[in-house]
């Protein structure tokens, strides 16, 4: 117990030392800048810009247009474009495919391929005839009023 709180003791003093940050021009050898910092206030500095960093980023990507250039990312009215392009292209598929069925049928009918069933129940002439004059003379629906 006694070396871990050793270890905590010197991690507090490597995160409290003090450590000298000194800019010196070369040409002149005159001290430009100086900074006093420790390790803990380097965590916190980057630490501070990360998140800084990243709210700025997202914060630019909702507000300006940019947004529309992330993969997934578009508007209502490019959705439905798309849909009704796709709308499109599936009905024009089925033309496509009814107009290929067309033509081969008209192919078998032309080179005499084509195979068609016969009727072979007889008509009755008179039956015929009789059904054709029936359907002539309009019916007579009309109900007597009192």
Known sequence: MATRRKKDESLYKRLKTQY??????DGTLE????????IRKLYVLFSTLFVVI????????????????????????THMQVVKLGQTVDSLTDLVGQQQ????????????????????VML???????????????????KKTQ
């Open 20 to 25: 000298r940050i000194v800019f010196i021009n």
């Open 31 to 38: 001290e430009v800048a100086s900074f006093k910092l420790t």
């Open 54 to 77: 990243v709210g700025l980023t997202i914060a630019l990507l909702l507000i300006t247009p940019l947004k529309y250039y992330i993969p997934g990312y578009g508007s209502n009215k």
């Open 124 to 142: 009755n002439a008179k039956e015929a005839e009789k059904a054709t004059v029936n359907n002539m003379y309009p019916v007579q629906d009309i």
């Open 101 to 120: 069925l067309y033509e081969a049928n008209l192919r078998k009918v032309i080179n005499g391929g084509y195979e068609l069933k016969k009727d072979t």
